[in-house]
């Protein structure tokens, strides 16, 4: 299994600038997609006939379905070969963006944007992180890949407002799609410079089992949580009905419990599932050592909570402004700007602050900062306040989520050798865009619920993000400052202080 992420590609006519830049663009457009919708939430719905929630739904399943088929998706690099995966997986992601471009109603968009996006997007991300990698021979240059890659996803999410609302303003929401597309398209072409030696050897099974449990898991999970904007968090707050018939009748317990109840029992089934596999020497779709590793798993903790923040507030305050002060999409963008600034100067000073810090260091830094970033845009931010009163939390939250997303993509690619590098970048992406979807999902249904309204929604939304942020600080003071612990019997990695 794996045995290509051994060989580092030498007939490359791209150089390491080359190979990084449609690497990095390519995860710039997919961040950069999780988040432009949410400027267009009114027009959207206005234009399709839906709702605000149904828009939601729409945005949630985008990034569930990368959440769920990430992982998928990394494995086939080792059945298809990485470039060949990466170039496909663009290629759906085109093809998602014109019909969502084209979309008459809110089930052509599903399909396009929410599902064919999703999967492109869930079979080219993983290798963007392989292929940088096995294209950076040490931890220095590979810290510094990841940093650029990084940071890329990181300003596509914050810029994703600005430039939909400035499209979405002066063209149409479906122009933002034909844009992604044309995006695409350029790095294809960009793409075709990187020569991967491909598959080598003997190809690894497939785990369709493993698939279906751990996607089904997942989809439950999120799916139950967006449930609770209709029927509410604990009771039922109206008959839920499948077809003619009345499942849970009103008062009773929530559908939100039932859902996610099926999805753990699935996930349990998933784990279970694995093992087994394992014991028996068959080839599975995740390795139950993925989860072994003390370090990475709390970095995957700090990694999903970054992004559930991120999302989540990039949604509760696009939706707030829009629906509440009834703001432009372009306005909306331009209200989320310091945060796309905030990302940008702490992405740039990544590399000179990883020099002087260690990565543990600046994940608890960085949590620290956007904890108080989110609690200004708390004390601040009124119905009636200056659109200014927005500025000095959502730089603080973008500086914040700016100086953890290498640190903590570095301390979890890092806790593990070559050979693993093409799993472990599969769960490190689903559990990142699980953050997203989960962002969408919970701060979302907060602020759209009908218990709350104007202010109150907002100002619940984001003491539930603050929390999560406590969270993620709590995980990351728990990361060790020195060298990135390895499995057994595998040789130790040391960070770059």
């Not at 994940?363 to 609690?375: M, Y």
């Not at 979302?444 to 942020?469: H, K, Q």
């Amino acid at each position: 299994m794996n045995s290509t992420l051994n060989q580092v590609p030498r007939a490359s006519t791209a150089t390491p600038q080359g190979v990084l830049l449609p690497l990095a663009l390519a995860q710039f457009i997919c961040s950069y997609a999780a988040s432009n919708m949410n400027v267009a939430i009114s027009n959207i719905a206005t234009d399709l006939g839906t709702t605000v929630s149904g828009v939601q739904t729409t945005i949630a399943v985008f990034t569930l379905t990368m959440a769920a088929l990430m992982i998928p998706g990394s494995k086939l690099t080792d059945i298809l070969g990485r470039t060949y995966l990466f170039r496909r997986g663009l290629l759906v992601y085109g093809v998602g963006a014109l019909i969502a471009a084209a979309a008459p109603g809110l089930g052509i968009l599903i399909l396009g944007y929410s599902l064919l996006e999703g999967i492109g997007t869930a079979l080219l991300i993983p290798p963007v992180y392989i292929l940088a990698t096995v294209f950076s021979p040490d931890l220095t240059s590979r810290a510094r890949a990841f940093g650029a890659i990084s940071a890329a996803g990181g300003i596509g999410a914050a810029a994703g407002p600005l430039v939909g609302g400035i499209i979405t303003t002066t063209i149409s929401w479906r122009a933002a799609f034909v844009v992604q597309a044309l995006v695409v398209g350029i790095i294809i072409i960009q793409s075709r410079k990187i020569v991967d030696p491909g598959v080598q050897g003997e190809k690894p099974g497939f785990d369709i089992v493993g698939t279906i449990l751990s996607a089904a898991g997942l989809f439950f999970v999120v799916v139950g949580i967006l449930q609770a904007s209709t029927y509410g968090w604990f009771r039922a707050s109206q008959d839920f009905v499948i077809g003619n018939t009345v499942v849970i009748p009103e008062g009773s317990i929530s559908p939100v419990w039932v859902f996610v109840l099926i999805g753990v029992v699935l996930l349990t089934l998933f784990f279970r599932h694995i093992r087994s596999m394992e014991r028996a020497g068959k080839e599975s779709l995740l390795h139950t050592r993925m989860f072994k590793n003390r370090t990475s798993n709390l970095g995957l903790v700090t990694q999903n909570i970054q992004w559930l923040v991120l999302l989540g507030l990039s949604f509760v305050v696009s939706v707030y402004v829009q629906t509440v002060r009834g703001y432009s999409a372009i306005e909306t963008g331009l209200i989320l700007t310091p945060a796309t600034i905030g990302i940008l100067l702490s992405s740039m000073a990544a590399g000179r602050l990883a020099q002087r810090r260690s990565q543990a260091t600046l994940i608890r830094a960085g949590f620290v900062v956007t904890v108080v970033g989110v609690l200004l845009l708390l004390l601040l931010v009124r119905e009636t306040s200056n659109v200014f009163t927005f500025v000095p939390g959502l730089f603080l939250v973008g500086l914040g989520v700016g100086v953890m997303l290498t640190s903590s993509v570095t301390v979890v690619q890092s806790s593990f050798p070559e050979e693993d590098q093409g799993e472990i970048s599969g769960l490190s992406r689903s559990v990142s865009n699980l953050g997203s979807s989960l962002g969408v999902a919970i701060a979302g249904t907060v602020i759209v619920s009908s218990l709350v309204t104007g202010n109150l929604g907002y100002a619940l939304a984001l003491v539930v993000l603050a929390a999560f942020a406590v969270i993620g600080l709590v995980a990351a003071i728990l990361l060790p400052a020195g060298p990135v612990p390895q499995a057994p019997d595998q040789p130790d990695l040391q960070l770059p202080e």
